[in-house]
């Protein structure tokens, strides 16, 4: 029997003894196991999904109800998040492997939700609170980008200590900067404090953004990675509905920007209490150990306590045999050695961060950032009442976005990537078309703007949205997936940051419609892209991925 005994209070970083120990020790090499999911991968459906669902529904929603609810009354807030936290443990312990890093995801959606409305707050000559609300336009620029250049920093930042740190490490050091960055940035008492808080905060953004798909996809079982892995999405889009709806009543508030902002360190802290509970990535903490950074059969023992408590009792009887086929395939294809940077340019990793990278370049040059820029006015033009006030529009748009996460949830372990992928941006083809019409020719037809926005909303969040993270956290060699991943996520945030800058200058230029119509062209060529290179993952575990994709 497995033995499941409690791990170190900080299992990121074992005790190795300082001797290296060949491969030999614990068995040779042999051809991978290129037969799909493996017998041996067992584990607890109930233990991994339905608490998970459980807490989202509950615990997240609550918790971010109490902090609006009971804000003002401190004591209030203390007594409902220790009954969260309770409820965090008592509700299926096993999930919160998932949850955890997911919350990186939910800071990441609610700093895009809380923004749009915290601009508004910020500039009212009564309600700011503050003698400085008179921004310039570049001033405002910075506030709304600044967590987004700060990702950028995070990103780079991760390159270069993610394998040294390790996936949960990373995620607590993300959840220490989204906590300071909170507070900096509601408590600011002039402009500079405030840029300065929505860096930290957004350095934050690029950890968690490189980190939580790494350990959701090192540790969850093969049949429902990309289930796990499309919830931090889910979390994001949750996080953002969540902005909109806290942002909208506290903007009617004085000050109601830094409850905005200030909202989120609770969460934060719930989210690094929970990484540092939860053990390491096992794959992490073997591949460290056969490049000589500790004692192989020491880390063979903790990967396997580590298995043991991330996928529940069910795994106990085959943790040892998933160890061993993990060392096997790092044996096999040779992982002896660290990787170099020139390497990520070669072979296997060159052909991953081709797809990873090329993924995440379409999913933002598409015009994902800019497309909602329209939705107020589409709204308007269709006679929709509420469609007046932006904020009413993002929440009605961000509740859509969920529902159509979840669906993509749902599906994408049993119809696979490449068939979301090329349906979705299908759709988000024929909706760019159809909105760019709209702005060129059909003016008096707004009902197809109201279409094309919808079906290019509903379309992205089934395929690029959940699927272009799914991907870039499957797709990269254990040995380089810190490093490639974390290049993934700069081209991300880089080309996010591009076309944002870009777009208004270019609608000014080109008008709307053209714009649109370039979008769709960059849509086709997507289309192309993914049929041509991206491969079909579903079913096959990490290793497999790479001695049989790649």
Same mark, same amino acid.
Not at 92 to 115: E, H, M, N, R, V
């Given at each position: 029997?497995v033995?499941?005994?409690?791990?170190?209070?900080?299992?990121?970083?074992?005790?190795?003894?300082?001797?290296?120990?060949?491969?030999?020790?614990?068995?040779?090499?042999?051809?991978?196991?290129?037969?799909?999911?493996?017998?041996?991968?067992?584990?607890?459906?109930?233990?991994?999904?339905?608490p998970?669902?459980?807490?989202?529904?509950?615990?997240?929603? +609550?918790?971010? @109800?109490?902090?609006?609810?009971?804000?003002?009354?401190?004591?209030?807030?203390?007594?409902?998040?220790?009954?969260?936290?309770?409820?965090?443990?008592?509700?299926?312990?096993?999930?919160?492997?998932f949850?955890?890093?997911?919350?990186?995801?939910?800071? @990441?959606?609610?700093?895009?939700?809380?923004?749009?409305?915290?601009?508004?707050?910020?500039?009212?000559?009564?309600?700011?609170?503050?003698?400085?609300?008179?921004?310039?336009?570049?001033?405002?620029?910075?506030?709304?980008?600044?967590?987004?250049?700060?990702?950028?920093?995070? =990103?780079?930042?991760?390159?270069?200590?993610?394998?040294?740190?390790?996936?949960?490490r990373?995620?607590?050091?993300?959840?220490?900067?989204?906590?300071?960055?909170?507070?900096?940035?509601?408590?600011?008492?002039?402009f500079?404090?405030?840029?300065?808080?929505?860096?930290?905060?957004?350095?934050?953004?690029?950890?968690?953004?490189?980190?939580?798909?790494?350990?959701?996809?090192?540790?969850?079982?093969t049949p429902?990675?990309?289930?796990?892995i499309?919830?931090?999405?889910?979390?994001?889009?949750?996080?953002?509905?969540?902005? %909109?709806?806290?942002? =909208?009543?506290?903007?009617v508030?004085?000050?109601?920007?830094?409850?905005? %902002?200030?909202?989120?360190?609770?969460?934060?802290?719930?989210?690094?209490?929970?990484?540092?509970?939860?053990?390491?990535?096992?794959?992490?903490?073997?591949?460290?150990?056969?490049?000589?950074?500790?004692?192989?059969?020491?880390?063979?023992?903790?990967?396997?306590?580590?298995?043991?408590?991330?996928?529940?009792?069910a795994?106990?009887?085959?943790?040892?045999?998933q160890?061993?086929?993990?060392?096997?395939?790092?044996? %096999?294809?040779?992982?002896?050695?660290?990787?170099t940077?020139?390497?990520?340019?070669?072979?296997?990793?060159?052909?991953?961060?081709?797809?990873?990278?090329?993924?995440?370049?379409?999913?933002?040059?598409?015009?994902?950032?800019?497309?909602?820029?329209?939705?107020?006015?589409?709204?308007?033009?269709a006679? @929709?009442?509420g469609? =007046?006030?932006?904020?009413?529009?993002?929440?009605?748009?961000?509740?859509?976005k969920?529902?159509?996460?979840?669906?993509?949830?749902?599906?994408v372990?049993?119809?696979?990537?490449?068939?979301?992928?090329?349906?979705?941006? =299908?759709?988000?083809?024929?909706?760019?078309?159809?909105?760019?019409?709209?702005?060129?020719?059909?003016?008096?037809?707004?009902?197809?703007?109201?279409?094309?926005?919808?079906?290019?909303?509903?379309?992205?969040?089934?395929?690029?949205?959940?699927?272009?993270?799914?991907?870039?956290?499957?797709?990269?060699?254990?040995?380089?997936?810190?490093?490639?991943?974390?290049?993934?996520?700069?081209?991300?945030?880089?080309?996010?940051?591009?076309?944002?800058?870009?777009?208004s200058?270019?609608?000014?230029?080109?008008?709307?419609?053209?714009?649109?119509y370039?979008?769709?062209?960059?849509?086709?060529?997507?289309?192309?892209?993914? %049929?041509?290179?991206?491969?079909?993952?579903? +079913?096959?575990?990490?290793?497999?991925?790479?001695?049989?994709?790649?």
């Amino acid at each position: 029997m497995v033995n499941t005994k409690p791990m170190a209070s900080d299992p990121e970083q074992p005790s190795f003894a300082k001797e290296g120990s060949s491969f030999g020790e614990v068995g040779s090499a042999r051809e991978p196991l290129l037969v799909g999911v493996h017998d041996s991968e067992r584990y607890s459906v109930s233990a991994a999904i339905l608490p998970f669902i459980q807490r989202t529904v509950i615990s997240v929603s +609550g918790v971010m @109800f109490t902090m609006f609810a009971g804000w003002k009354n401190l004591l209030f807030v203390k007594v409902k998040l220790r009954m969260a936290v309770v409820r965090c443990i008592v509700v299926g312990k096993w999930s919160l492997q998932f949850l955890f890093p997911a919350f990186g995801g939910l800071l @990441f959606g609610y700093d895009i939700g809380a923004t749009s409305s915290a601009t508004i707050s910020i500039e009212s000559s009564t309600l700011s609170g503050i003698s400085w609300y008179n921004l310039s336009s570049i001033e405002i620029g910075l506030l709304t980008s600044g967590s987004l250049y700060g990702a950028l920093i995070g =990103s780079v930042l991760a390159f270069n200590v993610a394998d040294f740190l390790g996936r949960r490490r990373e995620l607590i050091l993300a959840a220490l900067l989204y906590f300071v960055g909170a507070l900096v940035t509601a408590f600011a008492p002039d402009f500079p404090v405030l840029v300065l808080g929505r860096l930290i905060y957004g350095i934050g953004i690029g950890l968690a953004m490189h980190a939580a798909p790494m350990y959701i996809a090192e540790t969850a079982p093969t049949p429902i990675r990309g289930q796990l892995i499309s919830l931090k999405e889910f979390f994001i889009v949750l996080g953002m509905v969540a902005g %909109y709806v806290i942002g =909208s009543l506290f903007v009617v508030t004085v000050a109601g920007w830094r409850y905005m %902002y200030g909202v989120s360190s609770p969460i934060a802290i719930i989210m690094g209490l929970g990484m540092w509970w939860l053990p390491a990535s096992p794959r992490w903490l073997l591949l460290r150990a056969v490049q000589g950074k500790g004692d192989v059969q020491n880390s063979k023992d903790i990967a396997i306590r580590s298995l043991c408590q991330l996928r529940g009792q069910a795994s106990g009887d085959s943790a040892h045999g998933q160890v061993d086929e993990i060392l096997a395939e790092l044996s %096999y294809i040779g992982k002896e050695k660290e990787a170099t940077f020139g390497e990520l340019f070669q072979g296997k990793c060159l052909k991953a961060l081709w797809i990873g990278a090329g993924l995440v370049l379409f999913q933002q040059i598409t015009g994902q950032p800019s497309v909602l820029y329209y939705a107020a006015s589409i709204f308007q033009s269709a006679g @929709f009442s509420g469609a =007046s006030d932006a904020t009413r529009v993002s929440i009605l748009l961000g509740a859509f976005k969920l529902i159509m996460t979840g669906v993509a949830v749902l599906i994408v372990d049993k119809l696979g990537r490449r068939p979301l992928l090329l349906g979705g941006v =299908s759709g988000i083809v024929i909706s760019l078309f159809l909105m760019g019409s709209y702005y060129v020719f059909l003016d008096n037809s707004p009902v197809i703007a109201v279409v094309g926005l919808l079906l290019y909303v509903g379309c992205y969040q089934i395929s690029f949205g959940p699927i272009g993270w799914l991907m870039i956290a499957e797709i990269f060699p254990l040995r380089l997936r810190g490093r490639g991943l974390g290049i993934a996520v700069l081209v991300n945030f880089g080309a996010n940051a591009l076309v944002t800058f870009a777009f208004s200058p270019l609608e000014e230029l080109l008008g709307a419609g053209i714009l649109f119509y370039i979008f769709c062209v960059i849509a086709v060529a997507s289309l192309a892209f993914i %049929y041509l290179v991206v491969p079909e993952t579903k +079913g096959l575990t990490l290793e497999e991925i790479e001695a049989k994709c790649l």
